[in-house]
């Protein structure tokens, strides 16, 4: 879609309610147009969106089926926002929170023991991390697996059930030829655990499956459950596909394997030594960049020496601000309304600052720095880069 089209002009709506959804993405673009982005008044929550569609047409969806009605207007949602094309290269589906409207639940990204939601203003940076990445659906496992991925560089998305967009978008980044990250998927052995795996690029499947509980001595009878009876929809969907055996189908259709139930069986250092085996069987190759994030820090004898010089410089700011800090009362609990703090943090900062460089221990101190330090600190070049050997794994 080109910049100059609005959401309306695209397609014929089916319904009412897809009617009333292109007028308030239409709406939106048009906002978002004139000044750059959305006004924080105008975000509101994709189930937000449902409840004030259907009561701007009298409480209820018009052209949706009372069964499933919030479902079917997320699909009908989906379906619109992805008709508005790429917000740029390689940015596809990334509309629905540029226009201000929030998924309820975001997927989490955990990389080295740092969790990030994921989100349009990161998800590119996220496709950059971990060698390996894991999608799972389930939060107690992601967080239990956790401690054994972080100091293998491997990362963990919690998906919270199928994939949103953004993890969508995501998994295709970390799979592009300049990134080269190795994608898999850890889901229930059930009709939706192999649905997500399709709606996730069909990528390959750590488990729950029968190879993992033959491998795992996990006897199918002692984990096996009978299947939820919300699970039509997926079993016809698998089935349309063609891409599993009948009879898999069939078991399918009453039987089910949770991956908790598969973990509580052997514990969780033996699974995730299944799922690091399966790993390296399925990519042998991996590009550890993506995990290793090595720091420079100064030597203890100059970073003391430098952390006295701050400390000293440093007071008469210190003083300044905590000065005022007395004066106005900030310590106390009285009375006084709701403030804007972040606007005093920025004056004390200021007050702060101002009285450091008027002190004369700053004055002297920068002036020695600039007639005998600065002229040191020219940056040098090795002329060839030495290569270290590769350690041990």
């Known amino acids: ?75 009908m949602l989906r379906e619109e926002v992805k008709k508005l094309g790429c917000i740029g290269e390689g940015r596809c589906t990334g509309w629905r929170e540029v226009l ?8 989490q990204h955990f990389h080295r023991g740092r969790t990030t939601s994921i989100a349009h203003d990161n998800v590119t940076e996220l496709a950059t991390k971990g060698c390996d990445i894991i999608l799972c659906e ?3 496992i992601v967080e239990l697996l956790q401690p054994y991925a972080s100091p293998l560089g491997v990362d963990l998305i919690n998906s919270r059930g199928f994939s949103p967009d953004y ?22 052995m059930d009709a939706s655990g192999f649905v997500m795996q399709e709606n996730a690029y069909n990528i390959p499947r750590l488990g729950v499956d029968h190879q993992m509980l033959s491998e795992l001595d996990i006897p199918l009878e ?35 394997v949770e991956i908790d139930a598969a973990l509580a069986y052997v514990k969780p250092k033996r699974f995730w030594e299944y799922l690091k085996g399966r790993m390296e069987q399925i990519h042998p190759e991996r590009r550890l960049i993506r995990s290793i ?23 008469p700011g210190r003083n300044a601000i905590n000065d005022t800090i007395e004066a106005f009362g900030f310590r106390e609990y009285k009375p006084r309304p709701i403030t804007d703090v972040e606007d005093i943090e920025k004056n004390l900062t200021e007050t702060g600052q101002e009285d450091i460089k008027q002190s004369a221990t700053y004055q002297q101190i920068l002036a020695l720095m600039k007639q005998h330090i600065l002229p040191m600190c020219q940056p040098t070049f090795r002329s060839r880069p030495k290569t270290p050997e590769e350690p041990s794994t």
């Open 1 to 75: 879609m080109s910049s100059l089209e609005t959401p309306s002009t695209v397609g014929r709506p089916s319904s009412e309610t897809r009617r009333q959804i292109r007028n308030e993405l239409a709406r939106r673009f048009q906002v978002f147009q004139q000044i750059g982005k959305m006004p924080a008044e105008e975000t509101i929550t994709v189930r937000g969106l449902f409840y004030r569609l259907r009561k701007l047409m009298g409480g209820e969806l018009i052209g949706v089926s009372s069964k499933d009605t919030y479902q079917a207007y997320s699909q």
């Open 100 to 107: 201000g409207i929030i998924a309820s639940e975001r997927a």
């Open 138 to 140: 389930k939060e107690g």
């Open 167 to 188: 993890v969508k978008w995501l998994i295709k980044l970390a799979q592009a030829e300049d990134n080269k990250g190795n994608v898999y998927i850890l889901s229930d």
């Open 222 to 256: 002692e984990v096996k459950e009978l299947t939820t009876t919300d699970a039509y929809t997926h079993l016809k969907h698998l089935e349309e596909t063609g891409h599993y055996k009948q009879e898999f189908v069939e078991w399918l259709t009453s039987s089910r």
């Open 293 to 315: 994030h090595p720091t420079w820090d100064f030597p203890p004898e100059m970073s003391d020496i430098l952390s006295t010089i701050q400390h000293v410089v440093s007071e």
